[in-house]
């Protein structure tokens, strides 16, 4: 074999090296997208913030796609219009905030024209559109679909190469399906949410309503349980998740009264032994008609248990101390403090200094020592404040209905 022929071998072999090394590097990147996909599908969790989520792909993204600033826009409802809003995003974009909507307008303009985004440089000849003098290079996809666009997202002069490409537009399109797909589930679940609450709040609402001197207690109950629940955290250990639960046992915890007679409810009298034997009834009758529902029976020991005594002396089942699940415990003392600052048929309410005393009195007899100490070592009168104000709460949540939505999400997720 002469050099000519030793030449063309070494030629080929030098060809093939380099196709190996493109092929090597196209696998590679297939991989990284296709791993980047994968985590955002597992990371689909509709426990997780929207914009976390969208922050998580904006962080993902740009580990395969080098960019110098990427964002995610989305419509929000603000002051009775909807507005663009940054919701994510990292680096420098050299895109303003304020001319999102500009942005918007030309990638609905491409989008119509039958093109899958908004691509534009500099590279093969002057910009589209006008920008401003720091890009280079512009890419944006919408999120969801074109005709009912719920926002975009955007990355500008990209680090690793003069221009974007199709393989960065498909890229940038599956990242944009996924967020609006984990909106899109957001939005539903959401609204899911808010139908759960309303119906127990209509539930309640319909239980409470049967006597007038009691309106308003399941959700006093709710609140006030919460309130202990909360400040237990500090002295053992008690998840949010379990906090949720014990909110929603105690605007739950008399659901048994559904059937009672109003007359029963309300009578002045004593009650005779078949009377107070309906009345007995209703912790069992309430736990009952939840267990049917699987997504209730987290919250049935705080229903069923909320009337036993600590010192074993209450109802149904007579149990004992700490045999009494917790969430029995706190909806007990919930229970017993509401009744005595609300007015009765048969009494007038009591004052909240010599409720606080009564509370104190039946620590280790009617109550769990740990809870009355929970409860008395707290700022109670901020917890009074919000019952007085109608549930407006001021420590974290703004009404009744956003806190009752969050908790319900324990339940249904």
């Known amino acids: ?13 030098e060809l093939m090296e380099k196709h190996l090394e493109k092929l090597s590097t196209e696998l590679s990147q297939c991989y990284e997208q296709i791993m980047l996909l994968y985590n955002l599908s597992t990371h689909m969790n509709l426990d997780q913030s929207c914009s976390t989520y969208l922050q998580l792909a904006c962080d993902q993204l740009t580990q395969i796609v080098p960019v110098e600033g990427i964002a995610i826009f989305l419509e929000k409802k603000i002051e009775g219009g909807k507005r663009l809003v940054l919701s994510a995003g990292s680096g420098l974009l050299s895109i303003e905030p304020s001319t999102a909507d500009i942005l918007q ?44 666009m719920a926002g975009f997202l955007v990355a500008t002069n990209i680090q690793n190469k003069p221009d974007f490409d199709s393989t960065d537009v498909k890229l940038f399109h599956s990242v944009a399906s996924q967020c609006a797909v984990f909106i899109e589930n957001g939005r539903l679940f959401n609204d899911l949410k808010e139908l759960f609450i309303g119906s127990l709040k209509a539930l309640t609402n319909s239980i409470d309503a049967k006597d007038q001197y009691t309106r308003g207690h399941s959700e006093r109950v709710a609140l006030i349980a919460r309130w202990t629940a909360e400040q237990m955290k500090e002295m053992s250990p008690i998840s949010e998740e379990e906090i949720h639960h014990i909110y929603l046992a105690g605007l739950l915890h008399d659901i048994g009264k559904i059937g009672v007679a109003e007359s029963v409810l309300r009578k002045q009298g004593k009650l005779t032994d078949e009377e107070r034997a309906v009345i007995l009834a209703h ?29 074993g002396q209450g109802y149904p089942e007579g149990l004992r101390g700490p045999d009494i699940p917790l969430s029995a415990r706190i ?27 009564e509370v104190e009195k039946g620590s280790g007899v009617q109550f769990d020592p740990a809870v009355v100490q929970a409860f008395l070592g707290s700022p109670v009168e901020n917890l009074w404040k919000a019952i007085q104000d109608g549930f407006i709460e001021t420590w974290d949540y703004s009404s009744f209905e956003e806190y009752g939505i969050k908790a319900v999400g324990a339940l249904i997720r």
């Not at 074999?1 to 072999?13: E, I, K, V």
């Not at 440089?121 to 919408?142: C, E, H, M, T």
Request: hydrophobic share 40%; aromatic share 6%.
């Open 105 to 148: 307008m030309h990638l609905t303009a491409e989008l119509t024209a039958g093109r899958e985004a908004l691509l534009d440089s500099q590279v093969d000849g002057p910009f589209k559109y006008a920008w401003s003098p720091r890009l280079r290079n512009i890419l944006a996809v919408p999120v969801g679909p074109a005709d009912r």
């Open 1 to 13: 074999m002469g050099p000519a022929s030793n030449q063309s071998l070494r030629d080929d072999l």
């Open 331 to 357: 909806i007990a003392l919930a229970d017993a403090f509401d009744a005595m600052t609300s007015r009765r048929v048969y009494r007038e309410a009591m004052s909240i200094r010599r409720a606080l005393t």
């Open 283 to 311: 912790p069992r009758i309430g736990a009952s008609i939840l267990s049917e529902i699987p997504q209730m029976r987290p919250i049935v020991p705080g229903v069923l248990y909320h009337h036993e005594r600590y010192d």
